[in-house]
């Protein structure tokens, strides 16, 4: 289905933003390398780019690895794109990683901050390599970023070859 326009039913194209562990605490603390805003702002910003883009926005966030998993599986079938910012997950979750591999979607990976600036653990991203690409590092310019790549790559393979 492309964005361009709704299917026969009537209904959106659906992109799913899933939020890992501890992403409730934004804008409570870190501010300075997560900034100020709050997660509710990120999935309001993230909401208003999905709608320009002609998608409708579902989010989740969870502390649990098993819920993230799960929405995952139910996303099959049923979400064209999932946006996820698994926290720290993305670092140590091979469950997330084999669930978002079993997802025939598009899959963007984002961070607020640039994992690759900071410890040498948060170097390695189980999730990087399933996702078609990744955003980091832009702040919360990166929801509209991710959002809109989500949505540009798929309506690109609803309409014809990668690439353009
Ligand atoms: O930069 C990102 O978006 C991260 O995914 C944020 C995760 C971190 O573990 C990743 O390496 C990069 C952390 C989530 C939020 O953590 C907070 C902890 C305390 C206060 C505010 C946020």
New binding site residues.
């Given amino acids: 289905m492309s964005a361009s326009g709704n299917d026969r039913t009537g209904r959106r194209p659906v992109l799913l933003l899933l939020s890992?562990?501890?992403?409730g605490?934004?804008?409570?603390?870190?501010p300075e390398?997560?900034g100020t805003a709050t997660l509710a702002d990120h999935v309001d910003r993230a909401d208003k780019a999905a709608t320009r883009s002609g998608f409708e926005l579902k989010h989740l966030q969870s502390e649990h690895e098993a819920d993230l998993v799960a929405a995952v599986h139910n996303a099959r079938g049923t979400v064209e794109a999932i946006v996820v910012?698994?926290?720290?997950l993305?670092?140590s979750s091979w469950a997330l990683h084999d669930a978002l591999a079993a997802f025939d979607g598009i899959v963007v990976e984002?961070?607020?901050?640039?994992?690759d600036a900071?410890e040498p653990w948060?170097r390695q991203s189980v999730v990087a390599p399933v996702a078609d690409g990744t955003v980091?590092g832009f702040g919360g310019l990166?929801y509209e970023l991710a959002v809109e790549a989500a949505a540009r790559l798929v309506n690109g393979r609803n309409s014809g070859p990668p690439g353009a």
């Avoid at 910012?85 to 720290?88: R, S």
């Fill in positions: 890992g562990p501890n992403l605490l934004l804008g409570e603390r870190q390398i997560y910012n698994a926290g720290a993305s670092h984002l961070h607020l901050s640039n994992p900071r948060r980091a990166g």
